[in-house]
């Protein structure tokens, strides 16, 4: 599977419809891809007309979402199961603008502590 990238890492923030402070995210979660070897899932989210790559950690969903098995098909049931928790944090980067600096967004376990 392809990695999805912003078309620039250079376009500056995100442009949000106008009176709208945070983007409508999607995850494309038909997109996800495990990769244990990196240690998580990747996956592509929509916000706005922008779609950025996104990756979650291993570690982030053993910690915060009960995964205790850490095979992928484990690994996407938790993925599936905290979308909205995860679509959630992933608009909050957004909106912070922490973006990685090749445009991704990486969630890790300190994403997620309230």
């Given at each position: ?5 912003p ?7 995100l ?6 402070r ?10 996800a ?19 950025i790559a996104c ?8 910690e ?5 098995e850490?095979?992928?098909?484990s ?7 905290k ?17 990685e ?11 997620f502590?309230?």
């Open positions: 599977m392809a990695t999805i990238m078309e620039s890492t250079e376009a500056g923030p442009r949000y419809p106008e009176g709208q945070e983007p409508a995210v999607v995850l494309l979660l038909s997109q891809n495990a990769d244990l070897s990196r240690g998580g899932i990747g996956f592509a989210a929509m916000a706005g007309d922008e779609c990756f979650v950690s291993q570690e982030a969903l053993r915060h979402f009960g995964g205790n850490m095979d992928r098909a690994l996407f049931e938790v993925l599936h199961a979308q909205s928790r995860i679509r959630s944090t992933v608009r909050g980067k957004i909106a912070d603008g922490a973006l600096p090749d445009g991704s967004i990486v969630l890790r376990s300190a994403d502590w309230i």
